[in-house]
């Protein structure tokens, strides 16, 4: 089993901390006056990137060659409760401030708030970036796929995922696909997800380094000129073009192996860090905001401060439980 590359962690620590930054608040004006195209609004690509990248590790590790044995059943249940159960802690968490606030009574309210929360539940909770864990069960669904195609033809496969992406894109307007569905589809990211899968298995060329000029080109068109693209109309400034910026960076990176373990700590947590700004952001980052007088600066830096080490703890609490939960149902499993 190859070494692990602690840069990985440290590239999720910084981008989840930007994750809780972007979401303080911003203007349109001081996001585009702080550069944040070119790397805030890159966090969740960059978490793609990782994505594709560890799940092909794993795979390696474990032997995987082909389809029938990347979807085995210790894959399908780790993976599903890894997700699943911190996520329904934090859902738990929103619903309850949901609850508080809006105070439903009788029994048709009640009844009217129930089924929401079952539909909201499916649909990723109620805080800023609730798409996410929507799309981390449709990477373990279908990542598989992108993975026997980049083993089997290389860059080859990235293109072939590429065209698939775009593909999406077309029928989505085809379709007449709503913003709201939209943002829950995880095909926006294929291209992303093979890329990162193609530098676990690959070393970075320095043709590739055009690809950061095409993003590059793109943002600046995008978000400094008023260009508005007829295809990649929603979710544009992370959409498969501007994207292309942080591939190249990506692929250089990784293979630096680079160490900063108090970044390491906070990347390990990343997704239970994830989950606390949910909730923070949907419920008390509000009353929070106000007594700060509505500050950006002051919001995005109590936002960190408060969410990055409480979801340390979470999931230094939660990881355990998660752990023993799965080996124990994988256990009694013929």
């Excluded at 599903?80 to 009788?106: D, H, N, Q």
Aim: hydrophobic share 50%; net charge positive.
């Amino acid at each position: 089993m190859s070494e692990r590359n602690r840069f990985i962690d440290v590239l999720k620590g910084f981008c989840i901390v930007a994750v809780v930054f972007t979401h303080a608040g911003w203007s349109e004006e001081q996001r585009l006056k702080l550069l944040f195209p070119f790397w805030i609004d890159m966090a969740v690509p960059f978490f793609m990137l990782v994505s594709g990248y560890v799940y092909v590790r794993s795979f390696q590790a474990k032997g995987v060659e082909g389809l029938d044995s990347a979807y085995n059943k210790r894959y399908l249940l780790k993976n599903s409760i890894r997700y699943t159960l911190p996520f329904f802690v934090a859902y738990m968490l929103e619903l309850a401030w949901r609850f508080l606030t809006e105070k439903p009574s009788g029994l048709k309210e009640v009844k009217d708030f129930c089924i929401s929360a079952i539909l909201d539940f499916l649909q990723g909770g109620y805080g800023p970036g609730s798409y996410y864990y929507p799309e981390m069960i449709q990477i373990m669904l279908l990542f598989p796929v992108i993975y026997v195609l980049v083993r089997k033809f290389a860059f080859k496969g990235v293109m072939i995922v590429t065209a698939a992406t775009l593909f999406f894109e077309l029928l989505k307007i085809s379709f007449g696909v709503q913003e709201v569905t939209y943002r829950l589809l995880l095909f926006r990211y294929f291209m992303l997800l093979a890329f990162g899968a193609y530098f676990a298995c690959t070393r970075m060329n320095w043709r590739m380094w055009g690809f950061s000029a095409m993003g590059l080109a793109f943002i600046l068109l995008f978000r400094y000129t008023g260009y508005k693209p007829k295809i990649l109309f929603w979710w544009t400034g992370t959409s498969m073009l501007p994207v292309l910026f942080i591939v190249p960076v990506f692929g250089f990176l990784v293979e630096k192996k680079l160490s900063l373990p108090p970044m390491e700590e906070i990347g390990r947590a990343s997704y239970n860090i994830f989950l606390t700004q949910l909730v923070y952001f949907s419920s008390i980052s509000g009353i929070i905001a106000g007594k700060l007088k509505h500050d950006v600066w002051s919001c995005a830096l109590v936002g960190i401060a408060i969410c990055v080490p409480v979801g340390i703890v979470f999931y230094e609490m939660e990881h355990r439980i998660t752990r023993r939960l799965t080996d124990l149902i994988l256990e009694k499993r013929p």
